[in-house]
């Protein structure tokens, strides 16, 4: 069993038959990968809300809180700044 095989158990890989051996590709990018983490990590608390204000308020930068606020503001207004 190799680390790829381990991956794919555990549908973070696809793979496809490519002559005698697999390719393998990612399910999901980084980020996408990441969210569903912090997703885990909030669904596994009995109070979600504080544990994202503690996330936020002792991890985040203050550049990344701006970035945070940013996007937050463009997921409440999708017809602000940014829209498409």
Same mark, same amino acid.
């Given at each position: 069993? +190799?680390?790829?095989?381990? =991956?794919?158990?555990? !549908?973070?890989? /696809? ?10 590709? $990612? +399910?999901?990018?980084? &980020? &996408? ?24 308020? /002792?991890?985040? /930068? $203050?550049? !990344?809180?701006? !970035? =945070?606020?940013?996007?937050?503001? !463009?997921?409440?207004? @999708?017809?602000? @700044?940014?829209?498409?």
């Amino acid at each position: 069993m +190799t680390v790829l095989d381990n =991956l794919f158990g555990k !549908e973070l890989v /696809t793979r496809r038959k490519q002559s005698r051996a697999f390719v393998y590709l $990612p +399910t999901s990018t980084r &980020e &996408e990968h990441a969210a569903r983490l912090i997703d885990s990590a909030l669904g596994a608390t009995t109070d979600r809300s504080a544990a994202l204000l503690h996330f936020v308020g /002792t991890t985040l /930068t $203050p550049a !990344e809180r701006a !970035e =945070l606020r940013a996007a937050l503001t !463009e997921l409440d207004d @999708p017809s602000g @700044p940014g829209a498409r």
